[in-house]
T-cell receptor, first 113, second 114 residues
Framework: AQTVTQSQPEMSVQEAETVTLSCTYD???????LFWYKQPPSRQMILVIR??????QNATENRFSVNFQKAAKSFSLKISDSQLGDTAMYFC??????????FGKGTMLLVSP | DGGITQSPKYLFRKEGQNVTLSCEQN?????MYWYRQDPGQGLRLIYY???????QKGDIAEGYSVSREKKESFPLTVTSAQKNPTAFYLC?????????????FGNGTRLTVT
């Protein structure tokens, strides 16, 4: 079974700064997808970014980018120019064709003025 | 607009009573999922359904039941056998068979059992 580990239960950053959230996973499969979801105080789950394992290029979405290290099974999320609206719980998730989506336990990010 | 509707947003029940959480989607997705969220636990899969009239247990199915009689609907019943039912419940849907298709989530139902 796949496991997803987020080792930072909480993080804080000041507005306009950059923060990196870490995620590691364990799998024996070679083809899979990784996701970062955001859950703001409204509790709506929002897809932030997606990475396909067979693509070497790191995914980017505006201020959000990932550092995907396949050999190390690491998938960190970098948020640049942090905004107050980025305050949320962030979940890393793993999916392969042989499983359902597996989530990490989340990292609570607080962006302060 | 297409989306997933969960109702109600807050639900209160007495211990020993069964309660059903509603989940309706108009995204024309075949696959639907129920997750439970507890503080510090992330999201844990309760049940999922890839197609109408078929569903599978997830990681924490004990004390729960589901039905999938229509493509649009995937209600979750929390039975009295569920020992710790108080939690936040999220319903989601996706397009099965399309590898990497992200989940679309509803806004969740907060269930409190006393």
């Amino acid at each position: 079974a796949q496991t997803v580990t987020q080792s930072q239960p909480e993080m804080s950053v000041q507005e306009a700064e950059t923060v990196t959230l870490s995620c590691t996973y364990d799998t024996s499969e070679n083809n899979y997808y990784l996701f970062w979801y955001k859950q703001p105080p409204s509790r709506q789950m929002i897809l932030v970014i997606r990475q396909e394992a067979y693509k070497q290029q790191n995914a980017t979405e505006n201020r959000f980018s990932v550092n995907f290290q396949k050999a190390a099974k690491s998938f960190s999320l970098k948020i640049s120019d942090s905004q107050l609206g980025d305050t949320a719980m962030y979940f890393c998730a793993f999916f392969s064709g042989y499983s359902t989506l597996t989530f990490g336990k989340g990292t609570m990010l607080l962006v302060s003025p | 607009d297409g989306g997933i509707t969960q109702s109600p947003k807050y639900l209160f029940r007495k211990e020993g009573q069964n309660v059903t959480l509603s989940c309706e989607q108009n995204l024309n997705h075949d696959a639907m999922y129920w997750y439970r969220q507890d503080p510090g636990q992330g999201l844990r899969l309760i049940y999922y359904s890839q197609i109408v009239n078929d569903f599978q247990k997830g990681d924490i199915a004990e004390g729960y039941s589901v039905s999938r009689e229509k493509k649009e609907s995937f209600p979750l019943t929390v039975t009295s056998a569920q020992k710790n039912p108080t939690a936040f419940y999220l319903c989601a849907s996706s397009i099965p068979g399309r590898i990497g298709s992200p989940l679309h989530f509803g806004n969740g139902t907060r269930l409190t059992v006393t």
